[in-house]
């Protein structure tokens, strides 16, 4: 008996404990979910991971937001990207970015990322992308007088001006919705630093 006691004392010291930073609804956001954020954001954007506290708040309120998307995902009737898609979308990074393999292994190691974080992250960015035209885009209606407007001051072309109106407005759309469901969700800060 006394074996199996300190055999289980050493499994649980060994056991490595990863603190919940902000419980969004039921879900808690860890506090190494802010760290990968930050490291895979960085390696898409080209950027060093930035992990001060600003950056950390940052990472944060994506991922909360990201929380509150999954959720109407799940309870919707919303599209997923398949992760095809996502291998398409990988193979085109690793093709403009990196001129050989081994550059591209160095890259996820210097980031200290998985070549599987990576995928993750790239089949969420396009599952958000489906959400958002699905849930946003029909609700946009762009008016002849607003193209006629916008084509006086632009040489841009009907179809670029239609796009921009569009997209500016479902952004503001998707904001609006996010405002509103942070302020229907109970978000509690453990680490204060990320309110």
């Not at 991971?49 to 708040?57: G, L, M, N, V, W």
């Not at 109407?72 to 979308?89: C, K």
């Not at 990196?98 to 990576?118: K, N």
Request: some cysteine; hydrophobic content about 40%.
């Amino acid at each position: 008996m006394r074996t199996i006691l300190l055999a289980l004392t050493v499994v649980c010291h060994a056991a490595i404990i990863d603190r919940v930073a902000i419980v969004a609804g039921r879900h808690p956001i860890l506090d190494s979910a802010i760290t990968s954020d930050i490291r895979v954001t960085g390696f898409l954007n080209g950027a060093a991971p930035d992990f001060s506290a600003a950056s950390r708040k940052q990472a944060a309120s994506r991922l909360i937001d990201q929380q509150l998307i999954r959720d109407q995902i799940r309870s919707g009737d919303y599209p997923i990207a398949r992760n095809a898609e996502a291998d398409e979308l990988l193979a085109q990074i690793r093709q403009e970015r990196f001129a050989a393999p081994v550059q591209y292994r160095a890259a996820l190691q210097r980031y200290g990322i998985t070549e599987q974080e990576l995928k993750d992250r790239l089949l969420w960015q396009l599952t958000v992308l489906r959400f958002i035209d699905a849930r946003f885009r029909p609700q946009v209606i762009v008016s002849e007088e607003e193209i006629e407007r916008a084509q006086k001051t632009s040489r841009a072309g009907r179809k670029s001006i239609v796009d921009q109106i569009t997209g500016e407005r479902v952004n503001t759309l998707l904001d609006d919705w996010l405002k509103e469901q942070r302020a229907q969700t109970r978000i509690e800060y453990l680490e204060k630093s990320l309110q």
